[in-house]
């Protein structure tokens, strides 16, 4: 076996027998759009969608800049500066099969958390075009029941006070929209990628909300200038593991110290609403609505919150992957009753999409033995996702008559997991969530009030008023806490 090559842009001659590499000019590359939040599902997902354009030898004025606004993205920034801003995206099929392919739409990558300014100055200047985001759902800054933004984040409080020395990204985008206001440039689109229902709208409002206080002005320019498309975005993308970079340096010739891992499947639905020019994406693949409302329902309430359902309840009957669930019988019939008796009646009808196929589907893509996408990593940050993937489903449920029961047991399960922070058989569970702290507070009360956790409203809402609701919960939870054999309710349930 050959001696594997560094990624680098001047070793790309040499992979290229091996795997796919970039066929365009990367020199060449304006920078149109800058991108906040460069995880493995931007570098799966826009990034991948600009690499196909460019490869069609379109797109040289839409090159990518990423940004990293918190201190955990030096390391990215690191690797990216010795790569030549170059990855490996590793497309795993449920056969074994793993098609690599070397991406290079990413051309710079900047840190705003130590020197504001370069950002700043990157957002503004005249080729910037786009900024997108992918910060997930607990980087908005808002109260997910009440849909406000939190004024009491002490980030927000200094922004206000000091406009120039940004740390969250409303500060960043105020900062870049003001100076491209003040030099007579056009505004950019801001395009979210994240997994939030009417995400754009979500977006607009949030920012319009800072920039009212903080500059009343510029909030005026923003609300009439700048385009917020919501957009639905999908495509399983796990944790690069150790493995991962030995499989591609072993089998592919190549080290590159941070892969992107992903399943084959990807979806892209956009609102065509955008301030000053787009990349032709639909060239390759992603498709332009009216409304894109529907499809992130859809995919909201049925992909993650499926991904939810079998996450905590896999992590306490202790499978460590979403494809070990997808092994378990008993765990595949529960998902698709949830899925076909509380999900599927809420939708009501989505031009171009038959729910069942959709549902097939997922499932498949849920059992990609090549995946192994971790039940810790989809039960994180549980707090940010299940209010709107599936206690929203249940709020609409109870308001219809329809059936909760499969839901109830899912938030009976959060809470001996925030509680315990252990599975059935005693072991550790890692349990990573911004609000982890009151969350275990909430829980650990259960044995002396059954409905403590619920009591917060801020995830729950009314919950914990509903009759119907506090019944279904109050028995499962008690069940869980005398005896924790999850698959057991599962089975009753069904």
Same mark, same amino acid.
């Given at each position: 076996m050959?001696?594997?090559? +560094? #990624?680098? /842009?001047?070793?790309? @001659?040499?992979?290229?027998?091996?795997?796919?590499?970039?066929t365009y000019n990367r020199a060449d590359n304006k920078i149109g759009i800058v991108h906040i939040g460069v995880g493995g599902f931007h570098r799966a997902h826009e990034a991948y969608?600009?690499? +196909? #354009?460019? /490869?069609?030898?379109? @797109?040289?004025?839409?090159?990518?800049?990423g940004i990293g606004l918190r201190e955990a993205d030096a390391k990215l920034h690191d690797i990216f500066k010795k790569q030549d801003h170059l990855y490996t995206l590793m497309v795993k099929h449920p056969d074994g099969k793993i098609e690599p392919e070397v991406i290079g739409s990413i051309v710079d990558f900047k840190m705003g958390v130590t020197d504001p300014e370069p950002v700043i100055a990157r957002m503004a200047d005249a080729d910037t075009r786009i900024v997108s985001l992918t910060i997930t759902e607990g980087g908005y800054n808002f109260n997910p029941t009440t849909g406000e933004f939190n004024f009491d984040n002490p980030d927000i409080q200094h922004e206000l006070r000091h406009p120039n020395d940004p740390r969250t990204v409303y500060g960043f985008l105020t900062a870049a929209l003001q100076r491209r206001r003040d030099n007579g440039l056009p505004a950019f689109t801001i395009l979210i990628c994240d997994n939030i229902e009417h995400n754009g709208d979500m977006a607009r409002k949030m920012l319009l909300t800072f920039a009212e206080v903080q500059n009343p002005p510029l909030a005026t320019w923003i609300a009439q200038e700048v385009r917020f498309p919501n957009s639905m975005v999908d495509r399983i993308t796990p944790v690069t593991t150790p493995a991962d970079i030995e499989t591609l340096a072993q089998d592919f010739g190549v080290i590159d110290a941070w892969p992107v891992t992903c399943e084959p499947f990807i979806q892209w639905v956009v609102e065509d609403k955008f301030s000053n020019g787009r990349p032709a994406f639909e060239k390759v693949g992603v498709q332009f609505v009216p409304d894109v409302g529907p499809y992130e329902k859809m995919k909201l309430r049925l992909l993650n919150a499926g991904h939810s359902v079998l996450g905590l309840l896999g992590v306490l009957h202790g499978h460590p992957t979403i494809n070990a669930c997808m092994e378990d019988e008993t765990f595949v019939t529960y998902l698709r009753a949830f899925m076909d008796t509380e999900a599927t009646p809420i939708l009501g009808d989505i031009e171009g999409i038959d729910l069942d196929d959709y549902k097939d589907t997922l499932l498949q893509r849920f059992a990609n033995p090549n995946i192994k996408d971790s039940v810790?990593?989809?039960?994180?940050?549980?707090?940010?996702?299940?209010?709107?993937?599936?206690?929203?489903?249940?709020?609409?449920?109870?308001?219809?008559?329809?059936?909760?029961?499969?839901?109830?047991?899912?938030?009976?399960a959060?809470?001996?997991?925030?509680?315990?922070?252990?599975?059935?058989?005693?072991?550790?569970?890692?349990i990573s969530d911004a609000m982890g702290t009151e969350l275990h507070e909430a829980a650990k009360q259960t044995t002396t009030d059954p409905l403590a956790f619920i009591r917060q409203e801020s995830l729950f809402g009314t919950l914990v008023k509903n009759e119907r609701f506090t019944k279904l919960y109050t028995e499962a939870v008690q069940q869980i806490y005398e005896d924790p054999n999850i698959k057991k309710y599962m089975k009753e349930l069904m």
């Open positions: 050959k001696t594997p090559i +560094q #990624l680098q /842009q001047q070793n790309l @001659a040499a992979l290229k027998n091996g795997l796919p590499v970039p969608y600009l690499q +196909q #354009l460019r /490869q069609l030898g379109e @797109a040289s004025d839409w090159g990518i800049c810790n990593r989809i039960c994180s940050e549980s707090s940010a996702k299940l209010p709107k993937f599936l206690i929203a489903t249940i709020h609409e449920n109870i308001a219809t008559g329809g059936s909760i029961k499969f839901a109830t047991l899912v938030i009976a959060w809470c001996y997991y925030s509680d315990k922070g252990m599975d059935r058989h005693g072991h550790p569970i890692e």
